[in-house]
């Protein structure tokens, strides 16, 4: 048997899918910064527990007082590079 769609029929579906297209849209409007503050909390918050050693803050320092963390690297340059060439301009 077949039903043909009445003209009513497919107005009605056209408004409810455009009621529900409009009506997500306005709610996503609404709920979407939430969202994302919920979303950035918890990426900061995994962030700080992979991480949680560097979170703490330095210790104060008095004025004039001076501290070494780390000591440079003494990088001794290779003398046998190459032999120097001195030149001259030419006009």
Same mark, same amino acid.
């Given at each position: 048997?077949?039903?043909?769609?009445?003209?009513? =029929? /497919? *107005?009605? *579906?056209?408004?409810?899918?455009?009621?529900? +297209? +409009? =009506? *997500? @849209?306005?709610?996503?409007?609404?709920?979407? &910064?939430?969202?994302?503050?919920?979303?950035?909390? @918890?990426? $900061?918050?995994?962030?700080?527990?992979?991480?949680?050693?560097?979170?703490? &803050? &330095? &210790?104060?320092?008095? $004025? =004039?007082?001076?501290?070494?963390? @780390?000591?440079?690297?003494? @990088?001794?340059?290779?003398?046998? *590079?190459? $032999? +120097? /060439?001195? +030149?001259?301009?030419?006009?």
């Amino acid at each position: 048997m077949l039903q043909l769609a009445s003209v009513t =029929g /497919v *107005v009605k *579906v056209i408004l409810i899918i455009l009621l529900i +297209y +409009y =009506g *997500v @849209k306005i709610l996503s409007r609404l709920f979407a &910064p939430i969202l994302l503050k919920f979303i950035t909390k @918890k990426a $900061e918050q995994r962030f700080g527990e992979q991480f949680g050693g560097f979170r703490n &803050p &330095p &210790p104060q320092k008095n $004025e =004039g007082e001076i501290t070494i963390d @780390k000591m440079p690297n003494n @990088k001794s340059s290779n003398k046998n *590079v190459g $032999e +120097y /060439v001195d +030149y001259e301009e030419v006009e």
